[in-house]
Every structure is written in C-alpha cells, then in structure tokens.
C-alpha cells in the first residue's frame, strides 16, 4: 500500500465521487467510493486533515488491509481472513503421514553449501539407486475430440494453447482407462479454475449420475465450475488443504456411494502424496472397514431382474467398472518435485529399502529442480518473470514461465562447476523418477497397476509426466519397471 500523502500537483482529478488519494506505485488516483461529504476512501482516510484524530493501523488478520484502531474489536468479527468454522470432513493432518523427529536433522545446508565430494557421495547414491529403472517412459500423448474446437480457436494465445493441450491429453488418457463413464465422482485434487473437470463432464455429456469434487485450499476467481447447471452432473467446491480432507465425511460421497476417480493437472510436490493417501487410505480403507455393499447389490435392492440385466449390459457398453470399488482410478499430472516433504511422501519403505533417508530424500528433491532449470535464465529474466506471474496467479499457482522453466528455490542458484548443463538435466531426471517410482510401489502395495508415462511435449511442459493407476482387478495400463 502507497503511504498516506498529499495530494500530488497533477493534470488529472479523480473522478467525481472517488477517493481524492493518488496512488503513487500505479500513477492513478485511488478509485474507491468515498461517503457524502468525504474526500478519501476509508482505507486512505488518514490522508485526510479532519481524520487525523483516528489512527489506521493494519489488520492482525491479514496485513493486505488496515482498520480504524479504535473498531478493531469489532471489525475482528466480520474479516474475511477470520478463522472460520471447520466443516467435518476437515481431520487436521489426516493425510500427513507419520511424524518422526528422528529421521529428520534440524538443519540441512543448502546444496550450493556441500563440497564436491560431498556431492559425488549424492549422485553416486542416486545413481546406484537408480539402476534397473527405465528411465525413458512410453509416450502416451492424447487428445480427445471435445477440444479439438478450442484448440483451433485462432484467438488462443501460446499459453491457453499449452493447457488445452494438456487437458485433452489427460483426458484421452482418462477416456483410455475406461474411466470415463456414468456413476461415478471425480475428485479435481488442486482444482484451481477447474478446468479439467470442465471437460470431463462435457465428455460425458448427458451421462446419468455424474459428480464432481473440486478441491483446492485458496479462493480462486474466475472458475469454471458455475457454468455447469446440468441436471445430470453436480460440482461441489471444497476450499481446503488435502492434508485435512476426510473424503469419507463428504456429504456427496457419503450418500451416493459412487466410485471415486482421482484426477489433477499439474498437482505440485507434496500435494500429490496428500492426495494419494486421501484416496487410498482415508477413504479406500474407510470404505472397506464399513463393508460397503457393491454398486450391483445396490441396483439390486430397487429394481427387477429384468431391470439389472438391462442396466448391466448399459454399464458395460458405458465403461462402468466390472466391479465396484472404493476408488475406480488415479490419473495425474505430476509437477514440482522439488516441493515434496520426507514426512507426507507415500515412497518412504522404497528409498529405505535403497538404504536411503530423508537426508538423501531432502538432496534429491532439491536436485529435482535441475531437470528444469538447467537451461536458466538469466536473474534479472527470472525476476521479471517471477513479478509478471505473481500478476497472474489465477491461472496457475504453481510459479512457471511462459517457455516452462521453473523459477525455482536456491538449490538451482549455485549449480556445481564440474557438471555440464546436460548432466545437470539427466540428474534431476533421475531425481524426479526415483521419487515417482517410490509412489509407484506405494500404490502396488494397495493392490493398484500404476504407470507414468509421457502425456505431452516437453514444448508444451517441461512437467511432462502423468502417474496413473487402476485397481488391480481392473484392466489396467502397462506397469513400470
């Protein structure tokens, strides 16, 4: 916020029933409404000769704003930032994982801190990992029909062309494993504007008993979700962290007992590993505990013989899963994996049973970041950047530039002298799959076939990597080595 100041001597007014402020940092006069007889907005009241007498002071709340001293008792009761009442699928860190101090150092040095040797140590380990992983993944690049329109849409800039290539690429690949069909909720994991649930449900088009979930911890403008007012499928937004969300305590999911579907477009870091052990272990192990009867049994209990085989043969024809299950399918779009924690990712037993820990885990995740940043740009480039998106964050919220480069933490900084670009890249590579392979065994041991695999142009994301997964009953995609 600009401080309080005279008026500056200018060419220009403010417009007639507007703050009489002038905004230093945006060259314009304030354009609030001012009350009758006012000359400032509340906000830059104290600007203002006759306000001296009250002092503005920022709110404890959120210091985006201020508030007269003298109402802050009052205006307390009514903020926006206030802390509101949890709903009951809110369980605090239901989906964190276990907590042990032991395994994690108070502090660990920033990479650029290590010594060479120190370094080698790293990769060796990383490498000796590594070895028997393939780590050239199949090319699953798809599309689907219901965007061929927008993306031929003459009006699209480069970067709405991106993420509808990326949309109709996960969605080909949803449509693929049989998941897109009726009688099912898909749960949107760090849904943002909600786009991708936007065209699965026009996918689906008329399909009978379709809903929709969408998640994500911070309000978000400009969603797309409102549009949809069809009587067949229904969004419900739910503005929390994954970390928190009991799925089983959903009212949607509580009454209709439908397969559940787990999708996300670029799910940041550890937001993937919360959102695994929100599908496979609060909910899936929910479900199985209560004995929930199969969707068959259900039909069952309201319809005729003859009823059940026509609805059986429809189910089959529509991609309704052979047989039902807590979670029908996982499809997601891995990014930022230098963001992932020791304590909520899901592949802790797999980098034990390397003989590696969460020191190892802190480094490699750290090394991630290569894989995108080893071509950087320059730091005036990426401050510049940094600024344009942090303008834009309703898009994305993860922090990504226009040609996919990351602008990421400190590790990528001061990047060690005796590697070259390239092998700098194909280490955070080999970070990033050590990582994904850790989820990859998490979610065989809860009896699902997983696959990653390639799901767009490194062109269009550098973040090219889509993690799927089907129960094991299921036909399901190719698994990884």
């Not at 000796?128 to 061929?148: C, E, F, R, W």
């Not at 991708?196 to 969603?223: G, P």
């Not at 199985?288 to 319809?303: F, H, Q, T």
Request: net charge positive; glycine share 6%.
């Amino acid at each position: 916020m600009a401080a309080f100041a005279p008026t500056p001597q200018a060419t220009s007014f403010p417009a007639e029933g507007r703050c009489g402020y002038y905004v230093e940092k945006k060259k314009r006069f304030c354009r609030m409404v001012v009350a009758a007889g006012k000359r400032f907005c509340g906000e830059h009241a104290g600007a203002a000769e006759e306000e001296n007498a009250r002092k503005r002071i920022l709110c404890p709340l959120d210091p985006k704003h201020t508030v007269y001293e003298d109402q802050l008792a009052k205006h307390l009761k009514k903020c926006n930032s206030r802390e509101k009442p949890k709903p009951d699928f809110f369980i605090q860190d239901i989906n964190a994982g276990l907590k042990d101090e032991t395994e994690i150092p108070e502090q660990l040095v920033p990479i650029s801190f290590l010594s060479e040797e120190q370094l080698e140590n790293l990769i060796k380990k990383l490498r000796k990992a590594s070895v028997g992983l393939n780590s050239t993944l199949k090319d699953q690049i798809m599309s689907h029909p219901v965007l061929h329109d927008a993306l031929n849409d003459p009006k699209n800039g480069d970067s709405a062309t991106k993420h509808l290539k990326q949309q109709a690429s996960i969605l080909g690949n949803i449509e693929k494993l049989k998941l897109l069909g009726p009688r099912r909720c898909f749960v949107e994991f760090g849904a943002g504007k909600g786009k991708l649930s936007h065209w699965v449900d026009i996918a689906l088009k008329d399909a009978e008993k379709v809903h929709f979930i969408l998640v994500e911890k911070v309000t978000t403008r400009f969603k797309v979700d409102g549009k949809h007012r069809k009587k067949n499928s229904v969004f419900e937004r739910l503005q929390i962290d994954i970390q928190h969300l009991c799925l089983n305590k959903v009212p949607l999911l509580i009454e209709e007992k439908l397969p559940v579907v787990g999708i996300g477009k670029h799910l940041c870091g550890v937001a993937t590993d919360l959102a695994l052990r929100c599908l496979l272990e609060t909910y899936a192990a929910s479900c199985e505990e209560r004995n929930e009867e199969p969707l068959a049994k259900r039909i069952k209990n309201d319809k005729t013989e003859t009823e059940i085989n026509t609805l059986a043969k429809e189910g089959s024809e529509k991609n309704v899963p052979e047989k039902w299950t807590p979670v029908a399918g996982i499809v997601i779009a891995l990014c930022c994996h230098h963001r992932c924690d020791w304590r909520h990712y899901v592949g802790k037993e797999y980098f034990r049973a390397l003989g590696l820990g969460a020191v190892e885990f802190h480094y490699f995740q750290r090394m991630s970041s290569w894989a995108t940043c080893g071509m950087r740009k320059t730091s005036l480039e990426a401050s510049n950047i940094t600024t344009k998106k942090k303008d834009n964050q309703n898009d994305e919220h993860e922090v990504h530039d226009d040609d996919g480069y990351r602008i990421a933490d400190d590790s990528a900084d001061s990047l060690p002298g005796f590697l070259t670009i390239g092998e700098k890249k194909k280490i955070g590579h080999l970070c990033k799959l050590l990582i994904d392979q850790g989820r990859v065994q998490y979610l065989q041991q809860k009896g699902f076939s997983p696959a990653l695999q390639y799901y767009t142009d490194p062109l269009v994301s550098l973040e090219n990597v889509l993690l799927t997964a089907l129960p094991s009953h299921s036909s399901s995609p190719e698994a990884v080595a």
